[in-house]
């Protein structure tokens, strides 16, 4: 049984107190998401044991989907083609990426693949645009811990142009996780657990060239949690 809280930004970089106490039964892992691209993240996507994926919003689950379990990764980038509601994202266990577009009542349309070949990563994320051209990009980190950028193109054919190199290191964390701007600077972000559950902050700067600054932390004692979505 997962018990889960709430960390609300608190517009300077870091995090209000948490609040509430969420049981959740059977809780595999989760994805924030924001419906209505109003900007904040106010629903969440979990994924439960058995393969049933539940919409967690205004404080009632509601399930939209079975079959889940085929996917070992899942999040949401934002909307990649300029639709009303976000796309899903999620990697199957042959390490294809199919995308899913969510519906106004948290139902998702049939999956379309992306691409194969993300099983290289041991960890991808993204929400929000992290390059300054107002579209939705994704981070992922390989097997060596060098961390690539994958910008958005609009096109949902082909929805990422070729990866470019941020950076080696990232293995020193064992979670990264993007909930879009976390500092209010109009900027994407990007938050990093490493093993001792220390959280850091890695501010977006917009440029795709170096799309974040040195990290800050901002929090410890994170490795209380399972999973931070």
């Not at 996507?45 to 085929?70: F, S």
């Not at 992306?114 to 051209?133: A, C, E, K, R, S």
Request: charged share 25%; proline share 6%; glycine share 16%.
């Amino acid at each position: 049984m997962a018990v889960g809280s709430a960390y609300l930004p608190d517009g300077k970089g870091g995090f209000d107190d948490r609040s509430g106490a969420y049981v959740w039964p059977h809780f595999r892992y989760g994805v924030s998401i924001d419906p209505d691209l109003t900007g904040y993240q106010d629903g969440e996507y979990h994924v439960m044991d058995d393969g049933t994926l539940n919409l967690w919003r205004h404080g009632r689950l509601k399930e939209v989907a079975t079959g889940w379990g085929q996917y070992n990764a899942a999040f949401s980038p934002g909307t990649l083609g300029g639709a009303k509601h976000p796309d899903l994202l999620a990697r199957d266990r042959q390490g294809v990426l199919w995308r899913f577009q969510t519906k106004a009542d948290g139902s998702l349309a049939p999956r379309v693949k992306v691409g194969p070949g993300w099983n290289q990563f041991t960890q991808i994320t993204g929400q929000g645009d992290l390059t300054g051209d107002g579209k939705p990009d994704i981070v992922a980190r390989d097997k060596q811990g060098v961390l690539w950028l994958y910008r958005g193109t609009g096109d949902l054919r082909k929805p990422f142009m070729p990866r470019l190199k941020v950076g080696p290191g990232w293995n020193q964390f064992n979670k990264l996780v993007a909930t879009g701007d976390v500092d209010g600077d109009g900027h994407s972000d990007l938050l990093a657990r490493d093993s001792k559950g220390n959280l850091s902050l890695y501010k977006g700067t917009g440029k795709a060239a170096a799309p974040f600054t040195s990290p800050v932390r901002i929090g410890t004692g994170f490795n209380q949690y399972r999973d931070v979505f």
